[in-house]
Nanobody, 118 residues
Framework: QVELVESGGGSVQAGGSLRLSCAAS???????MGWYRQAPGKPREMVAA???????NIADSVKGRFTIFRDNDKDTVYLEMNSLKPDDTAVYSC?????????????WGRGTQVTVSS
């Protein structure tokens, strides 16, 4: 079993930056790690993901503003969020998969709130 623990959420003004972290612990194997988000009244959206080999996938809505990177030694994935907009306000949840495809989620974190004010 794998536990995912997120940190780094909070409130920021538009144009600001935040970094989210997600640390995995446990005995299960993980390949893809990434982030989903869900705003009130909207469907869950995959934001960014990265495989153990370093192949990343970034949603068009955040491309050029968000960066995902990973430390395999620490089993930790990071989401660097720059030029934040009010539309980025959501609960961000860390996800992990045993496969290289982040949409085949096997494990979820509890989520962390990101609020961007105008």
């Amino acid at each position: 079993q794998v536990e995912l623990v997120e940190s780094g959420g909070g409130s920021v003004q538009a144009g600001g930056s935040l970094r989210l972290s997600c640390a995995a612990s446990g005995s299960g194997f993980i390949n893809a790690m990434g982030w989903y988000r869900q705003a009130p009244g909207k469907p869950r959206e995959m934001v960014a993901a990265i495989t153990r080999g370093g192949i990343s996938n970034i949603a068009d809505s955040v491309k050029g503003r968000f960066t995902i990177f990973r430390d395999n030694d620490k089993d930790t994935v990071y989401l660097e969020m720059n030029s934040l907009k009010p539309d980025d306000t959501a609960v961000y949840s860390c996800a992990a998969a045993r496969s290289r495809w982040i949409w085949e989620v096997d494990y979820w974190g509890r989520g962390t709130q990101v609020t961007v004010s105008s």
